[in-house]
């Protein structure tokens, strides 16, 4: 027999936390007045870096796309010659985050992955609404490929990445990218991504509360996002909806039992699965929606990264998923 499902115990012992145990309690407010939604901002923008301890690798530097372009990160693990490229999307429900809060695992997927990692630090919502994140973050993956020679990338081998809105990003970006036919990519990284602006999946009703993430909290980030100016089924707003997913790459997700997002970002592996998409959908029992940046509190965010970086390696090596 088996017993009702619950955290991983160092995720029960987070959750009991005071301030994460009122995490909720702001995003409760409906109608959001202008003057709410701007408080909230502020402070989630204010929220300090995971504190991890940095996995050392050979040489860390900042860049932009082009001059005065989106800025970037680059990460380079200490193996020589010519390496293949994982363009990373930051999470934060397209409102906070940056090349920070998102350093950890960027170092462990570059050196997991045997690749050079680019992190990009796209304009955040609700001053850059969609489809502005989208159209910037395509940008700077065609420059990535473009000129990836310039800092020992292989332009052949070119996969992207995203946690949460960074997964909704990635996935829009191989949307894109499937339908211009350029730039070819290698594969498609999502943990625990944001698929479906509707929020109409089983998930965002068992996980509503009590996990961190709430639907409530979720529902604030879709709202800074589309501003109610677009049919929330738009592919590129909500990859799930996309009608044809048969030109996308190689994909690996990872979800969490105790995350609104989980349902969606399963139901999309199994469409792309039908697809004919080599695609692997792993969902870490116990855990909950943000684990792979919580290197400092359980070890299931050592065990994903490892897993994906052993994942990308036969992609990069072989040219398809095992």
């Given at each position: ?19 994460i145990?009122?995490?909720?309690a702001?995003?409760?407010?409906a109608?959001?007045s ?16 995971p ?30 010659g ?63 490929v ?31 990218a ?23 999946f ?18 604030f ?37 105790f ?22 959908v ?41």
């Amino acid at each position: 027999m088996t017993g009702p499902a619950i955290p991983r115990p160092e995720v029960g012992m987070l959750l009991a936390m005071p301030a994460i145990a009122g995490r909720e309690a702001p995003f409760g407010h409906a109608p959001r007045s202008p003057e709410n939604v701007a408080d909230l901002v502020v402070g989630l923008r204010a929220l300090p870096a995971p504190v991890v301890d940095k996995f050392p690798v050979a040489e860390v530097w900042d860049f932009s796309a082009g001059d005065g372009g989106t800025p970037l990160r680059g990460y380079r693990p200490a193996v020589d010659g010519l390496l293949p490229v994982l363009i990373y999307f930051h999470g934060g429900g397209w409102v906070f985050g940056d090349l920070e809060t998102h350093d950890a695992p960027c170092r462990g997927l570059a050196n997991a992955a045997r690749c050079i990692v680019v992190s990009v630090d796209y304009g955040l919502a609700p001053e850059h609404p969609f489809p502005g994140p989208v159209k910037e973050c395509v940008a700077a993956t065609r420059w990535v490929v473009d000129n990836a020679a310039l800092f020992g990338g292989d332009p052949l081998r070119v996969a992207v990445a995203g946690a949460s809105c960074g997964g909704n990003l990635a996935a829009a970006v191989a949307l894109q990218a499937a339908a211009d036919r350029a730039p070819s990519l290698a594969a498609q990284v999502l943990f625990y991504p944001a698929l479906d602006g509707t929020t109409s999946f089983p998930s965002h009703v068992e996980n509503a509360s009590g996990f961190n993430l709430s639907a409530a909290e979720m529902s604030f980030y879709w709202d800074c996002y589309h501003q109610g100016t677009v049919d929330l089924r738009t592919p590129l707003l909500s990859p799930i909806h996309a009608e044809d997913l048969s030109g996308l790459p190689p994909t690996i997700i990872h979800t969490a039992e105790f995350d609104v997002l989980r349902d969606e970002g399963e139901a999309y592996g199994a469409r792309l699965s039908e697809a004919g998409v080599p695609t692997v959908v792993r969902r870490y029992d116990g855990q909950i929606h943000g684990f792979v940046s919580m290197g400092n509190i359980t070890p299931d965010a050592g065990h994903s990264l490892a897993e994906i970086g052993t994942w990308l390696e036969d992609v990069f090596r072989s040219g398809s998923a095992p």
